[in-house]
């Protein structure tokens, strides 16, 4: 039941000022002002974003793409930048990570999600999303940014790395960008190569752009670019600014050869050569549960070994969403080594492994 536009909900948004005030001072219960709201508007909360489905398009045989709505709290969001999706799946909050490729006015958003082999979550959003539908979204994040002053750029994608970087490029040609673009997308197999149609549309209009496709599984006889990316594919596009997104091992050989301007996002974590660690205890307050674990691989994997299923996300780092308070001991992060040891710290588990017995409050 809807007595309220959305549209009408995004007007009033402001007026609940006040009663966002009195929650974040505990003299109203949050949950309670939100499920008046939702009563009223589904998609209507007073500080999380949520938004409805209004389009559904399948534009690759493995890739929908899911036009929503939201509500006023998404704020300064932009395209490139990447978003947690929730759903409750048999009883459990799922999460996972989606990049925006398109931003648009009133609170318009484009996610474009791939079906993962044996995903959950994905498949289900794929299979039984319905338009009419309501989600629930964290922030956007994200660093990524177009390269306004560059003489060129040129952007590297491998599978769903494309999504960030096609909310850029859609942005910076409606705004005028002039200079050269080259476009590199890595996908397995013809059909896998997301919105094709749409990209031969912006070569046609805008002489600047070029795009082409390189298929790592079976080639194509009149393909030029064949298989994997090697440093080979970059040859001349100096002295242009290069975006590059994909898996860890993908933007790590694109860095690895470039060594002009360069800015990559990896949606997998690095591979991380697992020692035998020190034996340690770990203790998951909350739940009541205390492990036997090791020193070397990180909380979120040893949680999920113990049975325990914590919120997270990008499992690299960089969304936040598995972040818990360090109760006692001390953390090693994973990236650089450094350990952290104050109680009452909020540490990420997918990057700290403990460097001792801790207690996490999970």
């Known amino acids: 039941m809807t007595l309220i536009p959305l549209s009408w909900s995004r007007v009033l948004s402001p007026l609940l000022q006040p009663l966002r005030w009195l929650a974040a001072r505990r003299w109203l219960r949050e ?19 949520f938004a409805r489905v209004e389009g559904r398009e399948w534009v690759a045989e493995d890739m929908l793409a899911l036009r929503l709505r939201c509500n006023a709290n998404a704020r300064g969001w932009r ?25 648009g006015a009133a609170g318009g958003i484009e996610l474009a999600i791939r079906r993962q082999p044996g ?63 080259s476009l590199l997308h890595y996908v397995r197999e013809q ?21 082409r496709w390189a298929l790592t599984g079976q080639p194509a006889a009149d393909e030029p670019l064949r298989g994997r990316f090697t440093g080979e594919h970059l040859q001349g596009l100096a002295p242009h600014h290069v975006l590059a997104c994909g898996p860890a091992g993908f933007v790590a050989t694109v860095a690895e050869h470039w060594h002009g301007p360069l800015q990559v996002e990896a949606f997998t974590a690095p591979e991380r050569p697992v020692e035998p660690g020190a034996t340690v205890r770990l203790g998951f307050v909350r739940t009541r549960r205390q492990v036997t674990g090791d020193s070397a691989r990180s909380l979120l994997e040893q949680a999920e070994a ?26 090693r992060d994973l990236r650089n080594g450094a350990l952290f040891a104050e109680p009452g710290q909020p ?16």
Not at 79 to 103: E, I, N
Not at 146 to 158: E, F, K, M, R, T
Not at 306 to 326: D, K
Not at 347 to 362: E, F, K, M, N, Q
Request: glycine share 12%; with cysteine; net charge neutral.
């Open 119 to 181: 995903g959950r979550l994905s498949n289900r959003l794929l299979d039984h999303l319905a338009v009419g539908g309501v989600l629930e979204l964290g922030q956007a994040q994200g660093e990524l940014h177009w390269p306004q002053d560059s003489a060129g750029v040129a952007l590297l994608a491998a599978g769903s790395g494309i999504t960030p970087l096609l909310g850029l490029l859609r942005e910076a040609l409606a705004k005028g960008f002039a200079a050269p673009v």
């Open 31 to 49: 949950s309670e002002v939100d499920a008046v709201l939702a009563w009223l508007q589904p998609a209507w909360r007073l500080n999380r974003v």
């Open 306 to 331: 113990a049975g325990l299923r914590p919120a997270h996300g990008c499992r690299q780092g960089i969304c936040a969403s598995c972040t818990c308070t360090l109760l006692g001991g001390a953390v």
């Open 79 to 103: 395209a490139g930048q990447h978003v947690q999706l929730y759903l409750a799946l048999d009883g459990l909050r799922h999460s996972r990570s989606y990049s925006l490729t398109r931003v």
């Open 347 to 362: 540490i990420r588990l997918c990057i700290s492994a403990p460097a001792g017995d801790v207690d996490i409050d999970l």
């Open 191 to 211: 059909g896998q190569r997301p919105f094709v149609e749409e990209l031969q549309q912006l070569m046609t209009r805008h002489p600047n752009l070029s795009v």
